[in-house]
Nanobody, 120 residues
Framework: QVQLVESGGGVVQPGGSLRLSCAASGSIFSSKVMGWSRQAPGKQRELVAFIESGGSTNYLDSVKGRFTISRDNVANTVYLQMNSLKPEDTAVYYC??????????????WGQGTQVTVSS
C-alpha cells in the first residue's frame, strides 16, 4: 500500500511563495505519474499539475508560469513550488499518484491534503 504525506502548506500574503512537498512510501514511485490537485470551499477538486516518470509536466492554465512541479526519484518526493500566489489559490492541496488510462490521467492514491491560504 502506498502512502503519500504532504507538508509545506500555510498562510502567505498575496504575491508570496510556498513550496509543498509530498513523500511517498513504496518502491513504485519512479514509474508513476505524480500530481497535485486542489479543492477550494464549495468547488470541485481540480488537477493543478502533474509530472510523468520521465519528467514531462503539465499545468492548469491558471497556474502556468507561477507554479512548478518537480520530482526526486531517489527521495521518492514530489514538490510544488508556488510563486506569485493569489487569493484564488487558497485551497486544500492534495498530492496524488497515478497513471494514464487511454491517455487520461487516473489517480490511484491520494494524500491527506495540506491547507494553503493566501490572504493579506
Amino acid at each position: 500500500q502506498v502512502q503519500l504525506v504532504e507538508s509545506g502548506g500555510g498562510v502567505v500574503q498575496p504575491g508570496g511563495s510556498l513550496r509543498l512537498s509530498c513523500a511517498a512510501s513504496g518502491s513504485i514511485f519512479s514509474s508513476k505519474v505524480m500530481g497535485w490537485s486542489r479543492q477550494a470551499p464549495g468547488k470541485q477538486r481540480e488537477l493543478v499539475a502533474f509530472i510523468e516518470s520521465g519528467g514531462s509536466t503539465n499545468y492548469l492554465d491558471s497556474v502556468k508560469g507561477r507554479f512548478t512541479i518537480s520530482r526526486d526519484n531517489v527521495a521518492n518526493t514530489v514538490y510544488l513550488q508556488m510563486n506569485s500566489l493569489k487569493p484564488e489559490d487558497t485551497a486544500v492541496y492534495y498530492c496524488n499518484m497515478g497513471q494514464f488510462y487511454s491517455g487520461i490521467y487516473g489517480v490511484n492514491y491520494w494524500g491527506q491534503g495540506t491547507q494553503v491560504t493566501v490572504s493579506s
